[in-house]
């Protein structure tokens, strides 16, 4: 790192007063000038000095100097160099023994540094204790202890000469405590809440979340970072003890030394007082409206699981940790237990199955002295026993997850505890119809439930984080109504299912699929009581309307192991039967399992004859052909697909017309005959038009723009397969995505372009393997002839890179890529 300084290392903060102000006074031409100025002054001090320039951000330095004395001396002759101009610097200076890793400096000694500087002013030199204790105290005015912003303990603060600066921007008159950890992350949420207490229009700020969030954390932090705004200081008041609304003002009273009455006290002062754990004393939010009205510029900051609904309140949701923050959270409170804790990859799943709420983090991490992050991953199974083992000064609520649930579930109404028990019983979450039909949920109740943070409500669902329905679902098991609300759930998911089937092949099927994948949790659960009920005929119906939703979302393995264990698991033989036959078929014959595929098919034509059912009869021969397909039997596909079409025909089954006569334009195709196959493609193009399916309208201009690149008309098949890109995206299609980005690929090194036809190729296997989806035998060969063709272009090493890109592509980049011009 440049040769940076190592061992005891004094860091020297520099900083531009008002540089925002001083660039409209001067214009932009001569601040310009004087910020070079600036630079040059500062730099020829920290040449002379032996500083080492570890950062530079707009008009701010960071220098590291081996010695204290050294750093002084360029403190000085940056002051004297930049007296005669207008740009007036502060400059602060701590010593210490950071860790130099290889991105630099890591510790809190460089946050120190940055922190003495922020609370000086322009041509003020500020000066640590350690610092001063190497260099000498002489030229160093002592300006006593100050806590700083980032609530660390007491700072011993000196001043580099005599001058007179107003009093430092630190903690001055304050009772916040002082962590003992590091904040970390939280970089939008504390500005969000700074810039809301910074407002003049809110005064009353409520930070809402469930337990174990992090909210009096935030709190404590936005309160610090605003201090300046608050002669008459920022006040901490820690309600969790109380037991009576009557005493919340007596608390803040007593905390601001008032002798009188509140009020009285604080009078026309700037004071901001956070109210800590407001939830159990909400009759006491009146008392809070008095004390804004009786006080105008009095501030208030707090945090409750559920808002005061009081006049003028703006509440602000503490959201979990983002995904990032979370493992950083995980990995520093494993190393405060076991200092060389190395994260792996399970520390990431770890914090998503525990929604990435900070307390639920911390007491994972304190069992890393005794398991690995496997181990605890494997034990979240059941999160709230082994969640657990908090600290012992933390308050008893917080020293396990469950005890930190229950004093919100405590908090409830005997109707809300019922509500909110029997609402485990949707997985993922639920709109506000299923709330009210499965589980006879009102609106209000609802509603109290997302108030008081136990609930979340977004995209038209409610819906609970993981950790809360995993206590949610015991109090289920005490109340001893779940097995008949499971059942209750199965049915009304099974009807929502056999709504949409009808329009998973028309004109409304992007927003039914959508609709589906989002209660995907849901239809599991469903799927799992039919199971334990022996309710064989509804869970064939199931699996048999799921089975269109698996096959175009690209859930291949799940769909078909759900639909073969519903079929082994009851010997029913009426349409239920019949229909998770059909799926069960179609998907294996996607995986390219086409013996099994085929012998589905045959017994589903067995049972559609016995059954005298014409549509199923037509249906099962499209099965037969693709098996036979599948198995390189052209021939018994070409006569499978024809009686299929021709049985179809006289029966009027119109849609599955159009497939078995797309199907037959395919094999076709792939045998060579163009002329045959483009009429029977185009044919399957005008029944899916006229019928309204997009999807198979699209299908078949894929399967017409393979024809083209095939008669090699490049131009037109490209622009056909694009516009199957362009759809598959909306559908979340991944099987026409698979089947585009393979040709798109074969045709852009046809281009000459071989990196981006290896990136798309990359692309393409990635989403086949994540699916398990088998190409057809024609797109098998070309994919072989496409990756042969790379390899001789390309050579190894560059190819395994290009597809390496590629396969770190998501969906939507994958398309978004394949689609750019």
């Known amino acids: ?3 940076l300084p190592s061992g005891t290392v004094t860091f020297l903060f520099t900083d531009i007063e008002g540089s925002t102000k001083l660039l409209h006074e001067l214009g932009a031409e001569q601040y310009s000038r004087a910020l070079a100025e600036h630079r ?15 950062d530079t951000q707009g008009d701010a330095f960071f220098v590291a100097f081996p010695t204290a004395p050294g750093a002084l001396e360029t403190a000085a002759e940056a002051l004297e160099g930049l007296g005669p101009g207008p740009i007036r610097v502060r400059i602060g200076i701590h010593t ?6 290889e991105e630099g400096y890591v510790g809190v000694d460089v946050h120190r540094a940055a922190r003495i500087a922020a609370c000086g002013h322009g041509g003020q030199v500020l000066v640590s204790a350690s610092t001063a204790a190497l260099a000498g105290t002489d030229g160093l005015r002592d300006l006593g202890e100050h806590r700083l912003k980032d609530l660390s303990a007491p700072e011993h603060i000196y001043q580099l000469g005599d001058g007179e600066f107003p009093p430092l921007k630190s903690l001055n008159r304050t009772n916040l405590p002082i962590p003992a950890t590091a904040f970390l992350g939280r970089k939008r949420e504390l500005d969000d809440v700074h810039e809301l ?7 009353l700020l409520t930070l809402t979340g469930p337990g174990g969030t992090g909210k009096t954390r935030l709190a404590l932090q936005a309160a610090a970072a605003a201090s300046e ?19 919340v003002l007596e608390t803040a009273r007593q905390a601001l030394g008032a002798r009188d009455g509140l009020a009285e006290h604080i009078g026309d002062t700037a004071t901001l007082l956070l109210f800590d754990n407001f939830e159990h004393l909400i009759e006491a939010a009146a008392d809070l409206a008095g004390l804004l009205a009786a006080c105008p510029r009095i501030d208030l900051l707090v945090t409750s699981r559920e808002p005061l609904h009081v006049t003028g309140e703006q509440e602000y949701p503490v959201p979990s940790l983002t995904r990032e923050e979370g493992a950083d959270f995980f990995l520093a409170r494993a190393k405060t237990i076991k200092p060389d804790f190395r994260a792996d990859g399970a520390v990431a799943e770890i914090c998503q199955r525990l929604d990435d709420l900070p307390l639920a983090l911390e007491l994972a ?4 002295k005794a398991l690995s992050p496997a181990q605890i991953l494997e034990r979240l199974e059941q999160r709230l026993p082994l969640l657990t083992g908090g600290a012992r000064d933390a308050p008893e609520r917080q020293r396990t997850l469950r005890a930190t649930i229950e004093w919100s579930y405590e908090l409830l109404t005997d109707e809300e505890k019922s509500l909110f028990a029997r609402l485990a019983v949707f997985r993922g979450g639920c709109t506000l119809e299923a709330a009210e039909q499965v589980v006879d949920a009102s609106l209000d109740a609802l509603q109290s439930l997302v108030d008081k943070s136990l609930l979340r409500h977004s995209q038209e669902r409610f819906w609970m984080l993981e950790t809360i329905r995993e206590y949610a679902a015991e109090r289920l098991d005490i109340q001893g109504d779940g097995d008949s609300l499971k059942q209750r759930h199965a049915d009304y998911f099974l009807r929502l299912a056999e709504e949409a089937e009808p329009h998973l092949t028309g004109s409304q099927q992007a927003p039914w699929l959508e609709r589906l994948e989002v209660e995907h949790d849901n239809f599991r659960l469903s799927l799992d009581s039919l199971r334990r009920a022996d309710r064989g005929g509804e869970e064939l119906t ?7 939703f698996w096959y175009v979302h690209g859930h291949l393995r799940e769909g078909s192991s759900r639909c073969e264990d519903a079929l082994a698991a009851h010997d029913d033989q009426s349409q239920p039967r019949l229909k998770a036959l059909f799926g069960a078929g179609l998907l294996l014959h996607r995986l390219g399992d086409y013996q099994r595929a085929d012998a589905l098919a045959q017994e589903r034509l067995v049972l559609a004859r016995r059954l005298e059912d014409g549509e199923a009869v037509a249906t099962s021969m499209i099965a037969v052909g693709l098996a036979a397909q599948g198995l390189g ?24 017309l159009g497939i078995a006569t797309g199907n037959l334009g395919d094999l076709l195709r792939d045998q060579g005959d163009y002329v045959q196959a483009r009429a029977r493609l185009e044919e399957a193009l005008e029944i899916f038009r006229a019928l309204g399916d997009e999807r198979f309208v699209t299908v078949s201009l894929v399967n017409l723009g393979f024809l083209a690149a095939r008669e090699g008309k490049n131009d037109e098949a490209e622009a056909l397969l694009r516009e199957g890109l362009v759809y598959a995206e909306a559908l979340v299609d991944t099987e026409l995505a698979i089947w585009c980005l393979t040709e798109l690929s074969a045709l852009t090194l046809s281009r000459g372009d071989a990196e981006r036809a290896a990136r798309l190729t990359g692309a393409m296997e990635a989403l086949r393997e994540e699916t398990g989806h088998a190409p057809t035998p024609d797109l098998q060969r070309l994919s072989e002839q496409t990756r042969s063709a790379l390899v001789s272009e390309l050579g190894e090493v560059r190819l395994a890179v290009a597809l390496a890109v590629g396969r770190e592509m998501t969906f939507e980049q994958a398309v978004a890529y394949a689609l750019q011009t």
């Open 633 to 656: 039997d052209d021939k018994g596909a070409a006569a499978a697909y024809t009686e299929a079409a021709e049985l179809a025909r006289a029966g009027g089954y119109t849609w599955f």
């Open 40 to 54: 040059r002054v500062l730099r020829e001090a920290f040449a002379a000095n032996q500083g080492v320039e570890v």
């Open 229 to 247: 705004r608050y002669p008459g200081g920022v006040f901490w008041m820690p309600l969790a003890p109380l037991r009576d609304p009557g005493l």
């Open 542 to 548: 199931l699996v048999g309307a799921l089975m269109r």
């Open 1 to 3: 790192m440049r040769d």
């Open 365 to 368: 991490a304190a069992r890393v």
């Open 96 to 101: 210490g023994t950071p860790h130099l890793a």
């Open 197 to 203: 207490v910074s407002r003049a229009d809110v005064r």
